[in-house]
Structures are given as C-alpha cells and as structure tokens.
C-alpha cells in the first residue's frame, strides 16, 4: 500500500489523501483549505498528477473535506465519488454556497482570486456521486477491493471508511470522529479489530483541557452563563459553523427553553446558509442516526436575522440570542459584524462554541479577553475597540478528544497508525501516548507529498 498526503502537514488544512492499494488509485476527501484563498486553498497535487484516481472517498461535508472536489472532478473526470445520501445533499449545498462566496469576494474585490469553479463544474462533480447506506460494502474493483462507511458521529453524514483489500487486509479511515454524543447526533460506531493500517485525524491531540470537561457540566456552564446575560437586559452573540455546530447549539437552546432554564420567550435570531442546512437535518433525522428522531431543529422557534441596520438595533434593544456564522469570525461574515457591535457593551457577550484557531478572529478575541488586554482591532477600518462584553468559550467539539483518540486506536489493534489533519503538536502528542499503548505498532506522521509504502501481510 502506498500514501501520499496532499494538503498541508502543520496544521488542519486542506484535508486530501491518496492511497494506492490493488492497483486502485483512491482519495480520501478532496477538501480545500478555508484559511486560504484562490489556488493556495487546494491541495497539492503535484506527487500524484501522473497517477490515476479512480475513487474518492468524501468522508463528510465541510470545506476541509470537499472543497477540492471540482479540482479533483477536473482533473480526474472518471473518478466516482463516493458519500452518504445526507453527505449528498449537505455537499451539493455547501459547494453552491462557496461558489457564490468566491464569486462575491472577486466581484468585491476582498479576494484577488476569481471563483475556483462555477455551476458547470458543479453539475460534472454531482453527476460522479454515488452514495451507499453506511455498513454495506460497495466493490472498488471487479476483483475484491470494496469498502464499507462506518458512521462517524462528527455530524450528519459524516462516516469513516473502511477499505478491505483483495488479500483480505483492512485500512480503517476515521476522518473527522467524535465517539461521544452530542444533542442531535449520537457517537460513532468502529469497524471490529484487528484492522490493519488505521489513518486517524488528531484535531484535539494538542488540547488538554478538552479531556477534563465533561459534556453534561458544559452545558450547566452555559445554560447559567447565558441566562446571567439575559437577566442582565443583554444579547448574546454564538458564533457557529453554519453545519453541524449550529444545529447542535439549537438543539442545546430547545431543550434549555423546554426545560425552563432559559424562558421560552427568549428570541432566538439565525440566519442565512445555516437555516438551509437545519431543513436537510431535518429531512434525514428517520433515515440517520439520531439521538430522538422525533427532535427538528425547526421545532426550536428562530426569528430571521434582520437585514437592515435600524430592525437590528431594534433587536439588540431586548434579550435574545443570535446563532450566526462563521464559527471564526471571517472578516465580513456576519458574526463578525455582530462582534464588533457587541464588543463595547458590557450588557451583552460573545460566547464560543467549537474550535477558536489563534490566528482567525475567533481565536484573537478569545486569546486577548482571557488575557485582559483591553482592547482589539477586528476590523482595520474599525480600528482598535475596547473590548467591555463578556467573552467566553464553551467545549462542544464534534471532534474527539485526545483520550477518546487513543482508546480507539488501542481498541482496533492496527499494524500501522498513520495520524492526520492535526497541528504538529498535536500528532506528536498522540504519537508519543501511542507509543506507550501500542509499543510493537509502527506510527507514521507523514510530511505533505511524502510517499510512504506500508508492506500489508
Ligand atoms: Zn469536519
Ligand atoms: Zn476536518
């Protein structure tokens, strides 16, 4: 078996990985990077431009896992696309919503680069899907290669991907996992040991508090911490990643409203692509694994956003809270607007929910407010703001932590652990912990490009 990682080896980029297995050629995800822009968002390609691609495994639907598609579908017209039927919908409209976003930034002028794709392209990428139940085995071949989706828990349609060669060896894909529930979707459930070759993300290897806390005593946290805000006559801004976290965090506001921690009347304020990606959570929630199938996250009652400036003091002017995107705080995002609105009252917060990366605005405001600077530039046309609102973060990750990491390693017995889509001290935490449960297992951090040839037997 030979693998080869295409994006970048530092840091959770562009998630993007060949393997040559059975004289098949197969990526596993085709994702773009979402801190770049234009070509350097795309993997690179160059190690396996002579090489044939026959499938790609979409392992679920967020940018760092499907932005690249239209690239790889250029490239290699014939591959076939494999996902979930959930993953089928969320990637159709994940892709449309970034090629109107790089269009808009060109036609605005905040990005130098036109849209990587267009339409056309799109209809070429979905004509190649093909989608499958998870734990059904699909050939890769006409001789014995197949490969089977295990569901993965991250969010809805995320699964990871068992391969089983024609000699009968086994290379297990985690991609993005969480093994514990969330509101909405429950753990993900693993092939049986021993597998042979295991390629696991480490998102959360280099965070030891993530370990420490324990779901139920966050969501406490939280219920109080936003119910201290709205007692006070102030709004709380969350900004979240318009899938999955979103619809998790709704789900965490229904059920504080019906268990009458929050008042019920609170309004609740969403916007934009995020409510889209709620109607497909919803259509799927009898045919995916749910934690209450009977649970829609249109059940929770969410007012529109407002568009103009005067309909949005208004709202500000009472309690409430605003689930809005982008989870970072991306310049011009609308989260992004609504922090800078926020950041000088000191009635209202801004609370985080998932993954504050320390060079995004995100992880600048969370860094300076834990360390008591007195103020931030968010916008350079704003300049510098005090910052006088509450800013605080709360562990709901859909990724494992790094505890969770290990035991599933150590629980599925494999020959070679190949550790990805993590920050270097991240993969190299979980090498050195590995290391001591699994002594007789060869562990690889692979560099970007780096071909690396794995003898199965
Ligand atoms: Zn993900
Ligand atoms: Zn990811």
Redesign the pocket.
Known sequence: MEFISLGRDHD?GA?CHFLHIDDIGILLDAGADPNEEGPASLPDFSPIQHRQVDHVMVSHA?H??IGSLPAVNARWPMARLHLTHASQSLTTLMLYASERLQQRKYYEGSSPFPALFDEEDLDDVFDMFHSHPYNRTFPLDTKKTAAEFYYSGHLLGATGVLITTAENQRIFYTS?TRSEDQTIIPGGKYPSAPVDVLIMESTLGADPVAETVTRPEEEIRFAHQLKAVLDRGGSVLIPVFMLGRAQEILALLGRFKDERILDPKTPIYTAGGLREVSRIYDAFRNSTPRIDPDFEVYSVDQIRFPRTRKARQKAFSRPGIHVLASGMMIERTLSHQIAMEFLEHEQHAIFFVGFAKEDLPSGKLLHAAQSGAEGIILSHERGMQPIACEVDRFRFSGHAHRKELTELAVSLQPKTIILI?GQTDAKKWLKEELRQHCPDTRILIPSQGEKTSIVLR
Do not use: G, R, V
């Open positions: 959770i998630s967020h760092d896992h993005d889509h």
